[in-house]
């Protein structure tokens, strides 16, 4: 469609399949191919969309959410996880720690401090800061 002028693009990857906020603007995105990136700052040049900082490769990667400066994620499994900080090198990708391996697992929501996880019973579980 028709796109109005006070738009820029900042990447053009048709496997996008959800994006992120943070309060402070970083922006995060997860592709189909369960891919999570980290948006540099850096816009698009032609058909070159240079500006994106692979966090994670996990193909069971389906969903993320964003809370102050926490990025959360849920897996397909089920599994939910906080990142980390340390960004991908090659196809390692070590910056994230396991919260969750509920298989019941369907939905995950953050906001302030807090971070709730829907289960397919429904259920709501909220995170009370203990680790795998």
Known sequence: GNTCPGWQMIDNNPRGLQIAASENGQLYQLRGTGAI?????????????????????????????????????????????RYKGTPCTGSLCPGWQRLDNNALSISIAAGGSQLYQLLNTGAILRYTGVAC
């Open 37 to 81: 990136l980290r948006h540099t700052g850096v816009i698009c040049t032609g058909t070159s969309c240079p500006g994106w900082q692979r966090l994670d490769n996990n193909p069971f990667g389906a969903q993320i959410v964003v809370s102050g400066s926490n990025l959360y994620q849920r897996r397909s499994t089920g599994a939910i996880w």
